[in-house]
């Protein structure tokens, strides 16, 4: 009895095998109905539960069929951009530039020059800006930040406001770059900072180290009058994020923002979509400015291939030879998450050791503390980190996940 009944049940199976099958004039199963299945169990395609499938390139599947290189297609890249280079004399910031303790640092860095040498240059220089936005549009570099962090209207030793006054250039010159039919489109933002902050009722700096958030209302009044109300804020020109253009606050957390600004009124902050950068950024989601490890969230992963600034007692993050830098660009490459902006630290930041862009560091003694730009074999390579960030950005473009 037991066999008839198993008997039976097989010629039930088989009959419904051969009605199925003849339906439909021989229609093939669905595939997506098991990739999206998969996807469930996985959260990438292609993969059975608890496998692990090797990376792929572009050719890698996200849901609803679209790939990785249309989803990064989306991505912005950003990186930090300093303006504070006034000239080569011996009052210029090449040589005046000091570490915490007052001492005076000169920068050993000699960059890239656009007639092909490498020596100091000047920030105003109208050539060195077409030469800058000329390499930066060709290496894939969608936006640069605007340093102006240490006071909009800082003074140097000649007391002219170089940096805002080289920016506002920076800005006039990037929105001429935009109108020439050809260029890669290249915008801009801006981030400030507390170190300007004042006591209203006395008129008087506050003492070191006190933050003082009344200051980032102040420096976005000035943002707002000097970029935005002008040709060069517009959107074609200025990074906008949810409708506003986008400034970045250095040395404030978005609580600390949020906090204040329950208790005071912020027109001019209000006007802008604000994004938080501190010294250390060992959470995710910020925008620098010391990066130790890469971290990727849905808004941001800013990176940098080291930082040095010494004595500073703050935990080092070294070059290893463009092993750090690899590694932070790695992890961007392997992730499942697809972040709507990179930012790196910096093009051209070499008071603190974060430059990509080239320079010869030849010039550097034996026993200085800071890294020379060698590659893995021990040889001097004054082009290795902009190779590298061209390069990557490349990968990241074409949805190579290694």
Not at 137 to 146: Q, R
């Amino acid at each position: 009895m037991k066999r008839s009944r198993i008997l039976i049940g097989f010629i039930a199976l088989m009959l419904t095998l051969v009605t199925l099958v003849g339906c439909g004039g021989g229609t093939e199963a669905d595939p997506s109905a098991t990739t999206d299945a998969t996807m469930e169990a996985t959260g990438e395609p292609g993969t059975t539960a608890g496998a692990t499938s090797k990376p792929t390139s572009s050719a890698t599947q996200k849901p609803g069929g679209t790939t990785l290189k249309e989803l990064r297609a989306k991505t912005q890249v950003g990186a930090w951009y300093s303006l504070w280079y006034d000239g080569t004399g011996a009052d210029s910031f090449w040589e005046t530039v000091t570490n915490d303790y007052g001492q005076r640092i000169p920068i050993l860095y000699k960059p890239l020059l656009p007639d092909g040498t490498f020596g100091r240059y000047d920030s105003s220089d109208g050539d060195v800006m077409q030469f800058h936005l000329q390499e930066i549009a060709k290496a894939g570099i969608d936006f640069l930040i605007f340093d102006q962090t240490n006071d909009i209207d800082a003074q140097n030793a000649k007391g002219v406001k170089w940096i805002n006054l080289n920016s506002i250039k920076m800005a006039k010159a990037i929105t001429e770059w935009n109108k020439v039919k050809g260029n890669r489109q290249i915008r801009y933002c801006s981030a400030v900072g507390t170190f300007a902050s004042v006591d209203k009722a006395t008129g008087q700096a506050y003492a070191s180290g006190k933050k003082k958030l009344n200051v980032i209302e102040e420096e976005a009044e000035k943002l707002y009058a000097r970029y935005i109300k002008r040709e060069w804020g517009s959107e074609k020109n200025h990074v906008y994020v949810d409708g506003k253009p986008l400034l970045v606050v250095f040395t404030v957390t978005q609580a600390e923002w949020e906090a204040y600004a329950k208790s005071h009124d912020t027109p001019y902050a209000d006007k802008f979509t604000l994004r938080f950068a501190v010294g250390h950024a060992y959470d995710p989601g910020l925008w620098g400015w010391v990066i130790p490890k890469a971290q990727v969230t849905e808004d941001v992963v800013t990176i940098n291939p080291g930082w040095f600034k010494d004595p500073h007692p703050l935990e080092k993050v070294y070059r290893k030879r463009g092993e750090t830098y690899k590694t932070q660009w790695e992890t961007i490459l392997s992730s499942n998450i697809t972040p709507n902006f990179i930012v790196i630290n910096s093009i051209n930041e070499y008071a603190e050791q974060t430059a990509i862009w080239p320079a010869d560091t030849s010039d550097f003694p034996a026993n200085h503390p800071i890294e020379r730009w060698l590659n893995k074999d021990g040889q001097e390579d004054p082009y290795l980190y902009w190779n590298m960030t061209k390069t990557y950005i490349q990968k990241y473009r074409n949805g190579d996940k290694k």
